[in-house]
């Protein structure tokens, strides 16, 4: 069979600091990669200086210089001039394990697909609240060739990464099928992550870590809330409703429709996209948001997720005051009745969740945690449940956030004396797990209160339902 060739495509914009590390990984790979197209997109610190030298250097190296147009238009620049079988995309801030070209090629040499997921290394420059496996890829469909739509119906939220960086794309499924980056914005990767799961007719998920990801100081996803991250956010997600609302992929699953809109939806109010100084725009995001979903949505049928997210753009549009916005709700009964049936079936759902934690008998519970999510936890049990009687201790070294009402004893070591272990964390819960389990702790003992598929956790529940 004949080898296929790699292309990789390295967009560049004053990363002088990081830029060396990246090129040296492309370069030193136990097989090379056929093609290394860097783009230079209006660098004014060193940047260009260095690739300029490394091309010299280096033959396959091609290097395109433009003006600075963004990531985006860098990228399709890019991906025009490719002329590899795939394509590879890699960040100038982040780097690639030595391997990744003979990992990729012996992929696609065993499996004719459109896409091969892999999956990252987070390496933290600065203290950001992201588990190490966060860019894992599931082993239970690891090697198995299937549309992507399935896997997306199989992994959604929590297994779907919308980032471009971490799979080979094969170059002529992106070109026949038109798939490129929307232009000038921030969040580029979501509409092209969007595309490509729904078109590409056959995917494989690999469990090898190929890429390193750098979570560093000033980067879109680290840096502060701006106008520009909302405008860009409401943006790019009109355009995937569009997608979506028009796929029949998409209008064959209906439920899975509703979830994707709500968990994108909530990105437009995370503290690092959007602020309180920006409430005319969330209120423009929510018209649009409404206008869209409002009368798709099933509420009856909705699981806690959907509820819970649901539950905390109404109470955002309740609060906003705006009569427009308010008047969207006249078609399911006016803004508080809908507040009121979303509450109720979201109540209803967490109270049968939480009744199965024994923190109303004569228990030794230790709870894995003792921040926010935990105390949220104790919160929603004492409203929906009732008392607690339990004899609980936290594994942590401190407690100072949790509600001094309960009486808590605080483990800075873990031993195999308690009934049970409750992973008080959605974000860590793996990471708990794992530690417990390396611990000797029964796994019998070991309580998740998260599947893959959950994408609220404790505090975003308490939130919705009793925050003012």
């Not at 065993?110 to 950001?128: F, R």
């Not at 429709?257 to 005319?280: H, K, N, P, W």
């Not at 228990?363 to 004899?391: E, M, P, Q, S, V």
Request: net charge negative.
């Amino acid at each position: 069979m004949k080898k296929s060739r790699i292309s990789v495509i390295i967009p560049v914009y004053n990363v002088e600091k990081y830029i060396e590390d990246c090129l040296s990984s492309v370069i030193e790979q136990t097989v090379p990669f056929d093609e290394i197209i860097i783009v230079n997109d209006g660098s004014i610190d060193g940047s260009g200086k260095i690739c300029r030298e490394y091309q010299s250097a280096h033959p396959e190296i091609i290097l395109i210089e433009q003006n600075n147009i963004g990531l985006s238009e860098a990228r399709n620049n890019g991906m025009k001039r490719a002329t590899g079988d795939y394509i590879v995309f890699v960040d100038s801030d982040d780097w690639v394990s030595i391997d990744m070209c003979e990992t990729i090629q012996k992929t696609i040499a065993d499996h004719d697909v459109d896409v091969v997921y892999y999956a990252s290394q987070i390496v933290k420059e600065i203290s950001i609240k992201i588990p190490y496996d966060a860019y894992a890829r599931d082993e239970a469909f690891a090697n198995i060739v299937m549309s992507g739509f399935d896997s997306l119906k199989k992994m959604f939220p929590d297994g779907y990464q919308m980032s471009a960086v971490m799979a080979a794309y094969r170059t002529c499924f992106l070109k026949e099928n038109n798939i490129d980056f929307i232009k000038n914005i921030l969040y580029e990767d979501r509409y092209f992550s969007l595309r490509v799961i729904t078109e590409a007719q056959k995917v494989i998920y690999i469990t090898n870590k190929l890429y390193i990801r750098r979570f560093r100081k000033s980067s879109i996803c680290t840096g502060p809330a701006s106008r520009k991250k909302i405008e860009d956010v409401a943006y790019g997600h009109k355009k995937e409703w569009e997608y979506i609302r028009s796929n029949k992929r998409w209008n064959n699953e209906k439920k899975l429709t509703q979830y994707y809109a709500l968990c994108a939806a909530i990105m437009a109010f995370q503290t690092d996209v959007s602020s309180e100084e920006m409430l005319d725009l969330r209120e423009e995001y929510m018209k649009s948001f409404f206008n869209e979903w409002l009368d798709f949505f099933e509420i009856d049928h909705m699981d806690e997720n959907e509820l819970c997210e649901l539950l905390l753009m109404v109470n955002e549009a309740a609060m906003s005051g705006s009569q427009e916005l308010i008047g969207l709700f006249d078609i399911c009964g006016g803004i508080y009745q809908c507040q009121k049936q979303v509450r109720d079936l979201l109540l209803e759902r967490i109270k049968a969740k939480l009744s199965k934690l024994p923190l109303g008998e004569r228990k030794r519970i230790a709870f894995y945690g003792a921040g926010k999510h935990t105390d949220c936890l104790f919160k929603l049990y004492r409203n929906l449940i009732g008392g607690i009687i339990a004899d609980i201790c936290l594994i942590v070294s401190d407690a100072h956030d949790i509600d001094p009402c309960l009486d808590v004893k605080v483990l800075d070591e873990i031993t195999d004396n308690w009934d049970m272990y409750v992973l008080s964390s959605k974000l860590y819960q793996e990471e708990m797990y794992q530690n417990l389990l390396g611990k000797l702790i029964p796994e019998k003992k070991i309580c998740r209160l998260y599947n893959k598929n959950d994408a609220v956790d404790c505090v975003m529940l308490y939130q919705a339902l009793f925050d003012e």
